[in-house]
């Protein structure tokens, strides 16, 4: 995998304002009248170490209170702006981690500030409906809005909620719901059956299981915890369910080289999965009610799927009446260069439910019709923020007005390209690079590599993170452009050399 006699590319990386032909790009030009850019620093601006003195003195403080281990620095939230973020200690670092993915449109966006303070809003920002029972009078349009712009074709239904997990978490409740009422077949339950599911027993509360992979990541709460397979430190101590996990595939990169090896991980991995639901479905009985998987294993590796392997793994769902549930809280909102990673598939049909968060601004999931059940069943106090709402109406309409998913196909292409490049450079240290969008990875030659790469580029001023065990994720927002890029190559090429 990295070879320490790969010769030295010449050849030089494609600079701002030209496409790979080195002809001027219509998107790169667009990108320059970009509302969010604005305020922008020129470059990073970097005072202190990474963190400086003033986070660590807050996050000594904020210790005594709550666990800060987490804590990377302290961010002053009013000078953060476009792809900028400022630290507590007057760093600005170019940020291409974005909140762990979350911010579709940069820091202070100018338009989704007006969503605040237009006062026709205040009244919502107030006053946090229970959206289940007492919703505001324009949540049909809003959310009508929202399935006519970004819905999978054929999930003409949403359910929203707070965040990822609790997305999945209600997902799976709504597959088990479907799946038990289908296994009934029109049966009704008896008195006692309702008694007894209370207690944890009887038909009521059926040992069915959900399907997920190797690598996996969906979501922190206990339902999601157990199709959580990322990392031992988030199931470390916590009773879990057991429910079938899968291999997921491990290609070999660049694809282009290794199209013999990756098809047989396919391959494998589809046969795999064929027998494990047929042992649950039948030896353990555990009938496997519905697989939840991501396009891209974000939080696990940056693992990648082909489409054969999706299109392979819906119809073994169907052949097995196992529900497909694409996660695409991490994925979702053009992160990938097209509206939701699964379209890079072209599944024969859309998932039966896909689950949505970050860039979304809220959590939730699609769905179609057929997943209606009795009230209370999916339910809890907030169902989501009507504010988050707003937010997701204005950045669809910045997506759309600005052509974002266009530039960040456009971008997110220059991106690989220049990885490519620095891992041809660099085989000693870094390999894989890969991604669609700009939703991109590379692999360190080790994990300490890696670590080390993301410490010494924080002190360069690029704010990064890490997926998997030695995986380098890239999720900026949708407002980054090529000049970010270069700003961002330059430096991971000057961090390279230091080693």
Request: hydrophobic share 35%.
């Amino acid at each position: 995998m990295f070879s320490k006699n790969f010769p030295k590319l010449t050849q030089l990386i494609p600079r701002q304002g030209a496409s790979l032909n080195g002809k001027l790009s219509t998107t790169s030009a667009q990108a320059a009248q970009l509302k969010g850019l604005e305020n922008e620093p020129n470059e990073p601006i970097i005072k202190t170490n990474i963190p400086g003195p003033k986070s660590k003195e807050l996050i000594s403080e904020i210790g005594n209170i709550q666990q800060a281990g987490t804590v990377v620095f302290f961010t002053d939230y009013e000078k953060s702006t476009g792809n900028y973020i400022a630290d507590a200690d007057g760093n600005h670092l170019l940020d291409i981690y974005m909140q762990i993915a979350s911010l579709p449109l940069g820091y202070n966006h100018p338009d989704i500030q007006k969503v605040i303070a237009n006062p026709k809003n205040h009244n919502i920002f107030v006053n946090r409906p229970a959206l289940g029972t007492n919703p505001p009078m324009y949540l049909f349009e809003k959310l009508s809005n929202i399935i006519n712009s970004v819905a999978p074709k054929g999930l003409n239904m949403i359910q929203t909620m707070a965040c990822g997990s609790c997305a999945n978490e209600n997902a799976y409740k709504a597959i088990f719901i479907r799946y038990n009422t289908l296994m009934r077949g029109g049966k009704e339950l008896t008195q006692e059956d309702l008694n007894e599911c209370v207690m944890n027993k009887g038909p009521g509360c059926p040992d069915l299981s959900i399907l997920s992979f190797k690598g996996g990541f969906h979501g922190r709460t206990l339902g999601a915890l157990a199709t959580t397979h990322s990392k031992a430190i988030h199931k470390l101590d916590v009773p879990t369910l057991d429910w079938p996990i899968a291999p997921f595939p491990r290609y070999k990169y660049p694809l282009e080289e290794n199209t013999e090896y990756n098809k047989k991980q396919d391959e494998e991995c589809l046969k795999e999965i064929e027998q494990i639901i047929d042992h649950f479905n039948t030896v353990v009985k555990k009938p496997v009610a519905g697989i939840v998987v991501e396009p891209i294993q974000s939080e696990g590796g940056d693992h990648h799927g082909s489409p054969y392997f999706f299109q392979q793994l819906q119809k073994l769902g169907k052949k097995h009446n196992s529900m497909l549930l694409i996660d695409e809280v991490q994925t979702g909102l053009g992160a990938t260069g097209k509206l939701w990673a699964h379209e890079h598939f072209n599944l024969p049909e859309s998932p039966d439910l896909m689950t949505f968060a970050k860039k979304m601004q809220i959590g939730g999931y699609f769905y179609s019709d057929k997943f209606k059940t009795q009230p209370y069943r999916i339910f809890n106090t907030w169902l989501g923020d009507p504010a988050r709402i707003l937010f997701l109406e204005e950045t669809l309409n910045v997506i759309k007005r600005d052509n974002l998913i266009q530039l960040n196909k456009e971008v997110g292409d220059y991106l690989l390209a220049n990885l490519r490049n620095l891992c041809k450079t660099y085989p000693g240290l870094i390999a894989n690079a890969r991604g669609l969008g700009t939703f991109c990875a590379f692999d360190g030659a080790t994990a300490k590599i890696r670590d080390d790469l993301i410490l010494k580029l924080k002190n360069m001023g690029i704010q990064c993170g890490a997926s998997g065990d030695v995986a380098f994720r890239i999720r900026p927002s949708l407002i980054f452009t090529k000049n970010h890029t270069d700003i961002f190559v330059d430096r991971l090429d000057k961090a390279l050399k230091s080693f």
